[in-house]
């Protein structure tokens, strides 16, 4: 069932287009994820999906309820955290989700919320005194304290330190594992990769593709490179010979391989046959960011 339905979606600025032609859907109970450049148009689709934008053209659907004409519905039943939100820096967390809950009919438990996400102890802390982390935590506390039904989360782990990035990770699934559908903004690969359950590529205002992350990762092609250096001295002939390699060099002591197919045993093979060990041995396949490249052409 598709919780979220946008179809030839047009959005401009005076002579500036911002979406051209967007059309994909979410599907109940998946983080989907929106994955592009800054400037290819993820935040203005995102806000004509929140009701905070009139779309020029085009059809949007949340749950059923146009955004543009359904706006109180549509705010009982969606939560959002948009990439350029803030609070006054003197609201403490707890003032800030005691707000919030009252805008809605069945607010979530605000007590609950806040050791749920980390942040019982920084309850009475203001919110310019909040870590990074924390701050983006309190943002996906607000965007649940509606007990939503559907999530829009844009850019969220920008500015945060890896420890950070990856907690936060953390929970955006244990918020899908609830039963939430959620839509990640994001022009962070990895964050991509490792979360989402399929993905719209958008450049230029468009939808280049819509695929699982590996699916996408799978149309930039199957190649393949190893980077090891042998224990002992190698013939790379020997190598080049192989039918799955494409292309051998050398780096000083180090051996690069490219190609494609079952590279890996076949290359390891060869070298146990000749007694010689592969240290530091490095294997890179093609990558979201690999298909991002080879379907966009923005590197």
Not at 11 to 17: F, I, L, M, P, S
Not at 254 to 281: C, F, K, P, Y
Request: charged residues 25%.
């Amino acid at each position: 069932m598709a919780v979220i339905e946008v179809e030839q979606l047009h959005k401009r600025y005076g002579d500036e287009v911002a979406v051209a032609d967007v059309s994909f859907e979410v599907e109940q109970g998946e983080i989907f994820g929106v994955l592009g450049p800054n400037g290819a148009g993820k935040t203005t689709t995102v806000e004509c999906l929140a009701g905070l934008r009139t779309p020029d053209g085009g059809r949007v659907r949340v749950l059923g309820l146009d955004p543009a004409r359904e706006r109180d519905a549509l705010r009982q039943v969606l939560g959002v955290q948009l990439q350029h939100s803030g609070l006054p820096d003197r609201l403490r967390a707890r003032e800030a989700l005691e707000l919030y809950a009252s805008f809605y009919r069945r607010p979530a438990d605000v007590p609950a919320l806040l050791d749920r996400l980390g942040l019982t102890e920084k309850a009475g802390t203001a919110y310019k005194k909040l870590s990074g982390g924390q701050q983006q935590r309190l943002a996906i506390a607000l965007a649940m304290v509606g007990s939503p039904r559907v999530v829009v989360l844009d850019e969220l782990t920008t500015g945060l330190d890896p420890h950070a990035r990856r907690a936060t990770w953390e929970l955006v699934e244990q918020l899908r594992d609830t039963g939430v559908t959620v839509l990640l903004v994001t022009h962070f690969m990895e964050e991509a990769e490792r979360l989402c359950d399929r993905v719209a590529l958008i450049d230029a205002g468009r939808v280049v593709a819509v695929d699982t992350p590996a699916g996408l990762a799978a149309r930039a092609g199957q190649r393949q490179r190893l980077r090891f250096r042998p224990s002992a001295p190698l013939d790379v002939e020997a190598l080049r010979a192989l039918p799955e390699v494409t292309a051998v060099s050398r780096h000083g002591s180090l051996v690069e391989v490219e190609g494609t197919g079952n590279l890996v045993h076949a290359v390891t093979s060869l070298l146990a046959r000749r007694q010689i060990i592969a240290g530091d041995l490095r294997v890179e396949q093609a990558s979201l960011d690999d298909a991002f490249v080879s379907l966009t052409g923005n590197r």
